[in-house]
């Protein structure tokens, strides 16, 4: 099974290399653009893919060649796997523009990634974790919590469920949902710096696509994305203080 991480981390990279030189079809950024929402974030946010995939090539890579019996990373690498190969196949499918098969795939990622955080985040807080485990891994949960709710968007506007003239009221309600996963994880992950700082980036992210943009709503969409951020990075405090204090 480690050799299956291995080979699945590295494939990621991979990947999107593909995809961004348009083998599949339309880049993120183009079918972003074609399908505006109010919950989408700047380009610049997207460039955290370079990190997380360099830091999940590094955690493959050790794990593949770590000799330590470590059985909470044996207990996540079936999730791990899925996690790395539901990521690189979303970037195939949203690029051939199958959206309700990409919403379903990213969906599949988040629940794997964040399960293998949460074990990892759990080890790391009593203080006997490896960096290089939690840190991948938080960060790469903590992107596509809020990746999947931008996916959410781009589904309605694409098939138009909701009116798109006026997307503010459904799109609130959207960033209701994000703050529940957000803060509800960020409290689970006893306040993971790295799962908080990826969702507060793409918030700011966010924060910076609605503030220049001319949809209706934008503005209040702006305000809330950067009013969520200060949130998560409270909760991440509080939460980091309550388990300092042992509670």
Known sequence: MKYLVFLSAWAMPVV????????????????????PTLIVAAGYAFAIWGPIFALDVLFGTWQAFDR???RRLASIR??????????SLW?????????????????????????SAARVSDTAAHGHGRWWQWVPLSLHAGWVSLAVFLNVA????????????????????LFVLVAALLLGSV?????????????????????????????????VAASTALGLAVVIVLAALYARSRRARGG
Do not use: C, K
């Open 187 to 219: 409290l689970y992950l006893r306040g993971n710096p790295w799962y908080a700082l990826a969702a507060v980036w793409g918030l700011i992210g966010v924060y910076a696509r609605q503030h220049r943009s001319a949809l209706d709503g934008a503005g």
């Open 78 to 87: 079936p999730w791990t796997t899925l996690g790395f190969a539901m990521t």
């Open 91 to 115: 970037m195939v499918v949203f690029s051939l523009q199958w959206f309700w098969l990409a919403l379903a795939i990213i969906w599949v990622s988040l629940a794997s990634l964040l399960f």
């Open 154 to 173: 781009q589904v309605i506007v694409a098939y138009r469920l909701l009116p798109v003239a006026h997307m503010l009221p459904w799109s609130l309600v």
């Open 16 to 35: 999107a290399w593909l995809s961004n030189a348009g083998v599949f079809g339309p880049t993120n950024g183009e079918i972003s653009d074609r399908y």
């Open 68 to 70: 330590a019996r470590d």
